[in-house]
């Protein structure tokens, strides 16, 4: 099987139809339509084999993830994914394992009418590119630097879950709880994109960021953008019922270091957190408000009202 046979047969109608793509997968580049009144939003990650999932992980779960991961990106900035491109290196094009990453890929892409619109295919480690692409009507999009001090900061779900998911993968955290293990394993394969929670905090939240590399990672990026420091009550993160049974007294590490949860953390005013714990409630979402944001330009944690010092780092690709 060519390049050109497996672009064809796996790839060439992925993802939902859509009558704004005038050319699509086939030609040297596609063809898309705009309007006038919305902002276009791009975003693209990569995800590698032995990096970012372990090696011989379902191919369903990697297709799932090469693009959940975009439309989390997508999602933080309040805006509707439409199009994504694909670039898949690949150590050999394998027909059963390409059915099931064309299904994970594809039932996600379905799910939030994304249409597969090009990309490209070559010989190599196992590598997998994804470039989103949606919009927002002009000037609504989310920001990181929007923030203000006062501002509450919340987060979307339970926090954790993901890397001890990854953990139990990778059989360096153990359990007798099978069930809780496999919701756990479920959170790092399968990760859910708060796609509908962004479009609804637009004009709401001042300020929204995925959390991808875990709270101690992500928290400072999001207050350096807004030029402001933040203080966090850690016994409020919300943690999970299977993640208290898995991790133990490791749950809060897990909350504090773990990637890859692609919730949602979201700077609001006071006065509107209502509203906006309002419209989660409505996507049966919990959003929990773990501190504020503060003039400075440092995060401080604090545990039972006393300072605390985080035992984890968030995720760094170079470190």
């Known amino acids: 099987m060519d390049e050109f046979e497996l672009i064809h047969r796996y790839f060439s109608r992925l993802g939902a139809a859509r009558a704004d793509v005038f050319l699509g997968v086939g030609d040297d580049a596609a063809i898309l339509r705009g309007t006038d009144d919305t902002d276009l939003v791009a975003a693209v990650d990569t995800i590698v084999s032995g990096r970012h999932f372990p090696e011989g992980s379902d191919a369903r779960s990697i297709g799932h993830r090469s693009l959940a991961v975009n439309l989390s990106d997508l999602a933080a900035m309040g805006a509707r994914p439409a199009w994504a491109m694909l670039s898949l290196t690949l150590p ?18 379905r799910a939030h009418e994304v249409m597969l619109v090009g990309g490209d295919t070559t010989a ?37 879950d993901a890397g001890a998911g990854l953990a139990l ?18 959170r790092f394969e399968y990760p859910t994109p708060r796609v509908e929670f962004g479009v609804a905090a637009r004009g709401l939240a001042s300020a929204a960021m995925d959390l991808s590399d875990g709270l101690v990672g992500d928290l400072p990026k999001l207050a350096a953008a807004s030029a402001l420091g933040a203080h966090v009550d850690v016994d409020r993160l919300p943690l999970s019922r299977a993640l208290r049974a898995v991790a133990g007294s490791l749950a809060r590490d897990f909350a504090l270091g773990g990637g890859d949860d692609y919730e949602l953390l979201l700077a609001v005013p006071p006065a509107r957190f209502a509203a906006l714990a309002s419209r989660a409630a409505a996507l049966n979402l919990t959003l929990t408000t773990i501190g504020e944001l ?4 440092t995060v401080h944690w604090a545990l039972d009202s006393r300072s605390y010092a985080p035992a984890v780092e968030g995720y760094s690709h170079f470190r």
Do not use: C
């Not at 050999?92 to 892409?109: C, I, V």
């Not at 590119?129 to 990181?144: D, K, N, Y």
């Not at 360096?172 to 756990?184: I, M, P, R, S, V």
């Open 169 to 186: 993968a990778l059989r360096t955290l153990a359990t007798h709880d099978a069930a809780a293990a496999g919701e756990l394993r479920r």
């Open 124 to 160: 190599g480690p196992l590598t997998v590119s994804v470039q989103i692409m949606g919009h927002v009507p002009h000037g609504t999009a989310l920001r990181r630097d929007g923030a203000s001090e006062g501002d509450l900061l919340a987060v979307t779900g339970t926090i954790g």
């Open 294 to 297: 503060r003039r400075g330009n």
């Open 92 to 109: 050999q094009a394998e027909p059963d394992w390409l059915d099931g990453f064309a299904r994970g890929f594809g039932e996600l892409a």
